[in-house]
């Protein structure tokens, strides 16, 4: 640890690392939500490129300046100057729960996208308000929750949903992919500096684009760049501020029923993974409030929506990834300034032409590793076990995510295949539907009920078997939506386990030892 009695610095050269890394990773959301907008949900341009992406842009530039003011705080208040800012920016998951589960069902049903969008600016606005309460209670969970389950959910979130397309892109197109992945691996593991001090994330992009458009100069496929696309794009190109969409946030509360179906699980969401964020920055040596966090969350959230983007704003998976890269308070502070930029010139198509996304994907992958290799390093190595139980649920709802895709790209789905059939072929489709169904709470809750078993604590094991009994039983996990009785099976199964974990505290003979003393919770 660093530490100095000066002023934190707001800029170090480290920041550029960070900065470029950071700052494709945020450009690489903002091209799949505009494709998103104009392809799936068929919004017209002048609101996808006039009103939501400015109104986005601001919400994320507020988050990341928020959460740079909080790292120069921690830097100033303990005298260190190796403090980095938490990621953050808009979620991931929810951006496409919002768009596939909530807009678009809706545009379909009314045949007005713009009705869609309303939907989901409403979808927003209760998330945003869960996020604030939420930021009250999230220090608690934190106190009793395993540092393994906290961070064992997380690097099931990392290795699926963030390494695996990433992985997949770069073998398809291995030219650009691979190559990439070893300029951005030789900086980022291996120490190699690039001439006059060129961030590692730059010469990756620059080299992606250097062959794809020498490729598409050639006539050949590889990089998919195309000259008439990149001007195509330069018609979206023009300057738009955020303006308020208060009649269209309320507009949506008609469709209040449909949207409540995945808000209240969602939001439940965003406290864990918020709280799995922030115990990932302390692990590396950053201890942020984690009731700060969430209610910012919340609060830039809300004023997002309020001003016409129906997307919620959460801290990232990867903090320990940019520090490593020396990111420290300005990389934060600069990628907000750069995307108010990029959104509110409408430049954001003409990037997405000029830039191969294969080229940006071997960044993305860096930082799964690294999260999937802090919970096994940062957690007791007799927990490991744990940590590969909280990966699992996350693995079920990945296969399910794209047997899912893979039918209904041939028209068809799982239940009109056959369940039957389907096992013939070793897919068994009714367990992924019930384990992947939430998968970070039943991710977080088996891995700390297996925390507690190794350490022979069979009364808080038999507490998280007792919580995943009531989460199950409403539907926050292991069932497709909040209700009563959802899956009254498994919510028996989970009280039965806790039954027998109590009972194994009540009678040590049965338990076959003494119960060690515990791994501490996490501090507040």
């Known amino acids: 640890m660093t530490t100095t009695t000066a002023r934190p610095a707001l800029w170090t050269p480290g ?18 939500l505009t494709g ?59 951006m496409f729960v919002v768009v596939l589960v909530i807009m678009l069902p809706i545009a379909q049903r009314t045949g007005d996208p713009i009705k869609g969008w309303e939907a989901g600016l409403t979808w927003v606005f209760i998330q945003s308000f869960i996020l604030m309460a939420g930021g009250f209670v999230a220090p608690y969970i934190r106190r009793i929750t395993p540092r393994a389950a906290l961070l064992g959910t997380l ?51 620059a080299f992606g684009m250097a062959v794809g458009w020498l490729a598409a100069l050639f006539g050949i496929g590889t990089g998919g760049r195309s000259v008439d696309a990149l001007f195509s794009g330069l018609a979206n190109i023009g300057f738009s501020v955020p303006v308020p969409a208060f009649d269209h946030v309320f507009g949506g509360f008609e469709y209040l029923g449909i949207i409540l179906v995945t808000a209240i699980p969602f939001g439940i969401y965003d406290l864990v993974e918020a709280m799995d964020n922030v115990e990932s920055a302390e692990v590396a040596g950053d201890e942020f409030p984690t009731t700060r966090v969430l209610t910012a969350d919340g609060v830039v959230s809300l004023v997002g929506c309020m001003m016409g983007n129906p997307f919620i704003n959460a801290v990232y998976i990867g903090h320990p990834g940019w520090k490593a890269m020396g990111g420290r308070i300005g990389y934060s502070a600069a990628t907000g300034l750069a995307v108010l930029v990029v959104t509110w010139l409408g430049v954001v198509s003409l990037l997405l032409d000029l830039i191969p996304v294969v080229a940006i994907s071997p960044i993305l992958l860096y930082i799964g590793m690294l999260i999937g290799a802090q919970a096994f390093q940062e957690t007791p190595k007799s927990h490991a076990p744990a940590v590969v139980l909280g990966l699992v649920p996350h693995l079920a709802a990945w296969a399910k995510t794209l047997i899912d895709g893979a039918l209904g790209a041939a028209g068809t789905n799982a239940h009109a295949v056959g369940m039957d059939k389907l096992a013939t072929l070793g897919v068994l489709y009714p367990g992924l539907e019930v384990l992947g169904e939430g998968a970070i709470l039943s991710g977080l809750i088996l891995a700390a009920i297996a925390v507690f078993v190794i350490e022979k604590d069979w009364i808080n094991a038999a507490a998280f078997a007792g919580a995943g009994a009531v989460l199950t ?11 009563f009785a959802v ?7 989970y009280a039965m386990m806790a039954g027998f974990l109590f009972a194994c505290a009540r009678w040590p003979v049965l338990a076959g030892g003494v119960m060690r003393k515990a791994e501490p919770a996490a501090a507040e």
């Open 15 to 32: 920041d550029w690392n960070a900065l470029f890394g950071f700052g494709t990773n945020i450009l690489v959301n903002l091209l799949v």
């Open 36 to 94: 998103l907008l104009r392809f799936v949900l068929n919004l017209p341009p002048e609101i996808v490129f006039g009103r939501i992406l400015p109104a986005a842009g601001l919400m994320m530039a507020l988050s990341t300046w928020y959460y740079a003011y909080l790292a120069y705080r921690l830097a100033t208040r303990t005298g260190r100057s190796d403090v980095c800012a938490l990621p953050s920016g808009i979620s991931v998951p929810h």
């Open 155 to 205: 690097a099931g979130v990392s290795i699926t949903f963030i390494s695996m397309r990433p992985a997949l892109e770069m073998f398809m197109t291995p030219a650009i992919g691979l190559a990439c992945f070893a300029i951005v691996l030789a900086s980022w593991f291996g120490g190699l500096r690039y001439p006059r001090g060129t961030p590692a994330g730059l010469v990756a992009i």
């Open 473 to 483: 039983f409403f539907g926050f996990m292991h069932g497709p939506a909040v209700g």
């Open 487 to 493: 899956t009254p099976g498994v919510a028996l199964a």
